[in-house]
């Protein structure tokens, strides 16, 4: 099969979907992989090294006009026309995008692949798990940034000092995000609170920690009695395929102390703080009724060579399924068919279709 490895253009994203070894072992496997000229400089792979790994360079076009286009981030509108029939396999989150891309895969006839809704035997995530970690420790990294006051933050550093705890750390979710931004901030010595919804136990998630931190039951009136005195939230919410509910209202914002923090980690798929819209790496924060909203929809793609080296890693077993077996591979694994977005000009994630309006295009599959 002919593989295709477009450079990203999506603002700030530096990261590349296929490190030079995962190229060589698909060419091993008998494939040719079409890399984008410049593609992977931004990790930190230039393009002798793809040469090296047995790539194809090639241009833009070249590239998208193969059987299988393996992407980090979803296409933006300059490459919608490139769009033509070919399997795409990235990031999409199409619950939290507008819905013109949606159509334009559609009427494209392309067959797109969500990294982030393939599933695996025990229904856990594992081709979105490691971004999650990156964005999950980013979130603390970059919340205790802005906290400080010449970035408009309220002066409080998340952290221990002379074996006291300050700054109140709030991490609504507990899935990936969410445990490896409680991890980071209470290993920092912050007083850290998780505010779950019962996927993972106190023990379980004391296993994974190794630092003092507390858990409650995530409900409208926990987030709002505990983040009203927060000096950092992470909003860490994930509904598998959908759009992220709003758990904190604008209400509530308004209550929280002035230059307190908040990190939408879910605004990929949304947001889920009423008051948060998508920002970039360039310009990553706003103010609102005081807080300060950092909302950057490609978060890991600020460590692009650690982002690419795991995002490689987790997606090559896949790619290779593909390239070998095509849509065959989605038929033997129910898992894996979770991925599947849209095909035949139908959208066949019933999430996606119900938060875009756009059940009259919705279909079962296969």
């Not at 930190?44 to 090296?52: E, L, Q």
């Amino acid at each position: 099969m002919r593989i295709g490895v477009p450079r990203e253009r999506k603002a700030d994203e530096y990261r590349v979907s296929i490190a030079p070894e995962g190229v060589a072992a698909l060419a091993a496997g008998g494939h040719r992989v079409l890399v984008e000229s410049g593609a992977g400089e931004g990790a930190g792979f230039d393009d002798a090294d793809y040469r090296a790994a047995g790539a194809e360079l090639a241009d833009q076009d070249s590239v998208w006009r193969t059987d299988l286009v393996v992407k980090v981030k979803e296409p933006i509108a300059e490459e919608l026309p490139l769009l033509a029939g070919q399997l795409l396999f990235t990031y999409l989150h199409l619950a939290g995008a507008t819905p013109a891309l949606t159509r334009a895969l559609l009427d494209s006839g392309t067959t797109a692949i969500a990294y982030e809704t393939v599933e695996n035997a025990r229904g856990q995530l594992p081709l979105l798990a490691p971004m999650s970690a990156v964005a999950g420790n980013m979130a603390i990294t970059m919340g205790a940034y802005h906290l400080a006051r010449p970035a408009g933050g309220r002066g409080l550093l998340p952290g221990s000092l002379f074996d006291r705890g300050f700054g109140k750390v709030v991490v609504i979710g507990d899935g990936v995000v969410g445990r490896h931004s409680a991890r980071a901030a209470a290993r920092l010595g912050a007083n850290t609170l998780v505010l779950g919804r019962g996927r993972i136990s106190q023990a379980e998630l004391a296993d994974f920690i190794q630092a003092e931190f507390q858990l409650r039951l995530s409900t409208p009136e926990s987030i709002a009695r505990e983040i009203a005195d927060a000096d950092l939230v992470v909003g860490a919410v994930l509904v598998r395929g959908a759009r992220a509910p709003w758990v904190i209202s604008e209400a509530m914002i308004r209550a929280m102390p002035p230059g307190a923090v908040i990190v939408d980690v879910s605004i990929d798929q949304g947001g889920c703080v009423e008051t948060s819209r998508p920002t970039t790496h360039q310009d990553p924060v706003f103010e609102r009724h005081g807080v300060l909203h950092y909302c950057v929809a490609n978060m890991p793609g600020a460590y692009p060579r650690l982002s690419t080296l795991a995002l490689s890693t987790a997606t090559l077993p896949h790619i290779h399924r593909l390239a070998d077996q095509g849509l065959a591979a989605l038929r033997a694994d129910p898992g894996f068919a979770r991925g599947l977005n849209v095909i035949d000009g139908q959208v066949v994630c019933r999430p996606v279709a119900e938060a875009l309006g756009l059940m009259d295009a919705y279909a079962g599959w296969p």
